[in-house]
């Protein structure tokens, strides 16, 4: 992944609405969810929630696609694991098993 995809992807989660969305479409998985089961489980209506999906979408985190009368979105796993990757990729100066978290005693 190149930076300027990453800071693309990272500034589409910026935002509470949108972080959540694409948190329940990540649960959802690859089936995704059409936008009244979205609107429902995230509480947000009509062009507050198109606005963010739109966000999702553009920051290519997020697909949608026409089924029937409705559309579905689903998260964009490889793009997420593009951008864990892309984080991750000189964690520890090239040496990931040395990034665990602190235990606390």
Known sequence: ?????????LAGLAQDSRLGIFR?????GPD????????????????TLSFH???LVHAGLAE???EGRYLRYR???SAMQGLVDYLTQHCCDGHPELCRPVSRS
């Not at 992944?1 to 992807?9: D, G, H, Q, Y």
């Not at 329940?24 to 959802?28: E, P, S």
Request: proline letters at 0%.
């Open 53 to 55: 999906l739109k966000g």
């Open 75 to 77: 998260a964009n796993f």
């Open 24 to 28: 329940y479409l990540v649960t959802c």
């Open 32 to 47: 995704g969810a059409v936008v009244g089961e979205i609107s429902e489980h995230v509480g947000l209506g009509g062009s």
């Open 64 to 66: 949608s696609f026409a």
């Open 1 to 9: 992944m190149e930076t300027k995809n990453a800071i693309r992807s």
